[in-house]
């Protein structure tokens, strides 16, 4: 994770961004520390990135890279306002004994933003952020498979707000972020699939950390909350209103390095 010091909305690149709807800088702070808690109660250790002055998003580290085993494929953030957080994800991975990869050439890729595994497969969102063509050559580079899934909707411009997969054959979507043939390649492999209403989605329902059986969403969740105590996990809110205006929410503002729950190695 990455404290929210410089945190703020200078810039717009994707729909819930408004330089006119600016963060609280104190309660900013105050929901992030508040995450970090749930995060450690849910029994996680927290490494921290050092923040950076002039690079608002560094929060959201979701984005840095894509972790499998000892290696770490870097990011190459679409939007230039972003690009500046890339070496300071590249030192800090180095640093912490990964091996870093570079993304193909001439790809844009945001990291766990846009792939997550469920299983031994790697989900990939492409179109908004992330080119399906780099996704390709990720899945070589590590020889997994790569399931593409186009993002449809500007509102779920990563994958990570529309798609959360839980353990290997279970996993929370909002159908509205996918096509039919999206929707048919989640439906053919995941085999249990929580659907979340637009309204809970809007609140950034699926953009959820797992740790164990513990499910951590902002608050606003309650039909998703209840679905996943009827399946096994103990879901836990906590207010993140303050990442919404920058369009993320509490996976966003992590990085799993270990391994996601749902990851098969
Ligand atoms: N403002 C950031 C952006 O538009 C938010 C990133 C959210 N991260 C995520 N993994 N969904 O890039």
């Known amino acids: 994770m990455c404290p929210p010091d410089y945190y703020g909305i200078e810039y717009e690149i994707n729909p819930w961004m408004s330089t006119e709807k600016q963060a609280d800088h104190a309660v900013a702070l105050r929901q992030w520390q508040a995450l970090r808690e749930c995060l450690i109660e849910a029994g996680a250790g927290i490494s921290e990135l050092p923040p950076v002055s002039g690079l608002p998003d560094l929060v959201f580290t979701a984005n840095a890279a894509i972790i499998y085993q000892q290696k770490a494929i870097l990011a190459r953030f679409k939007h230039e306002q972003r690009?500046?957080?890339?070496?300071?994800?590249?030192r800090w991975l180095a640093n912490h004994g990964l091996q870093v990869f570079d993304t193909p050439s001439d790809?844009?890729?945001?990291?766990?933003?846009?792939?997550?595994?469920?299983?031994?497969?790697?989900?990939?969102?492409?179109?908004?952020?992330?080119?399906?063509?780099?996704?390709?050559?990720?899945?070589e580079?590590?020889?997994?498979?790569?399931?593409?899934?186009?993002?449809?909707?500007?509102?779920?411009?990563?994958?990570d707000t529309c798609f959360c997969p839980l353990v290997e054959d279970e996993a929370i979507y909002f159908p509205g972020a996918f096509d039919d043939y999206g929707r048919r390649v989640l439906a053919e492999h995941v085999s249990h699939l929580i659907p979340v209403d637009e309204s809970e989605a809007r609140s950034f329902a699926c953009n959820a950390v797992v740790v164990g059986r513990t499910v951590i969403t902002n608050s606003g969740c309650p039909l998703l909350h209840e679905q996943l105590r009827q399946a096994g996990y103990s879901p836990i809110a906590t207010p993140l209103g303050e990442f919404v205006k920058a369009g993320g929410s509490a996976k966003c503002l992590t990085l799993r390095l270990d391994g996601e729950e749902a990851a098969h190695w």
């Open 107 to 139: 790809f844009s890729f945001e990291g766990a933003g846009d792939a997550l595994f469920c299983g031994e497969t790697l989900f990939a969102g492409y179109r908004l952020r992330s080119d399906a063509g780099g996704h390709q050559q990720i899945g």
């Open 141 to 159: 580079l590590l020889g997994i498979r790569v399931l593409p899934l186009e993002l449809v909707d500007p509102y779920y411009y990563h994958l």
């Open 83 to 90: 690009q500046g957080e890339e070496p300071h994800f590249r």
